[in-house]
Nanobody, 119 residues
Framework: QVKLAESGGGSVQAGGSLRLSCARSGYTNCMGWFRQGPGKEREGVAT???????TYADSVKGRFTISRDNAKNILYLQMNSLKPEDGAMYYCAARAGWPCGLTSHFGYWGQGTQVTVSS
């Protein structure tokens, strides 16, 4: 059983940075970050696989970086140059299997952490 717990959300001004963390129990080869803004559908933000292969949504490329510390069982999302449209509930997710992409089915989810970006 995989359990996920996010932390690191908060409020920041546009142009600022935040780092989200996701503590994981249990191992899966694929992990990702997703977000859901008010009145919007959930969307994939970034994924990382066991070979450190990554994928990013076009809207965050060059600004966000996903990484994982396997020794500590923690997944990170470094978010720089934040925009108001990045404000959302961010979820950590895990998937056992391939492929590891933004549209793959993820079976394990955390409770989410809120990110608010003010202009």
């Amino acid at each position: 059983q995989v359990k996920l717990a996010e932390s690191g959300g908060g409020s920041v001004q546009a142009g600022g940075s935040l780092r989200l963390s996701c503590a994981r129990s249990g191992y899966t080869n694929c992990m990702g970050w997703f977000r859901q803004g008010p009145g919007k559908e959930r969307e994939g933000v970034a994924t990382i696989d066991s070979f450190d292969g990554t994928t990013y949504a076009d809207s965050v490329k060059g600004r966000f970086t996903i990484s994982r510390d396997n020794a500590k069982n923690i997944l990170y999302l470094q978010m720089n140059s934040l925009k108001p449209e990045d404000g959302a509930m961010y979820y950590c997710a895990a998937r056992a299997g391939w492929p590891c992409g933004l549209t793959s089915h993820f079976g394990y989810w955390g409770q989410g952490t809120q990110v608010t970006v003010s202009s």
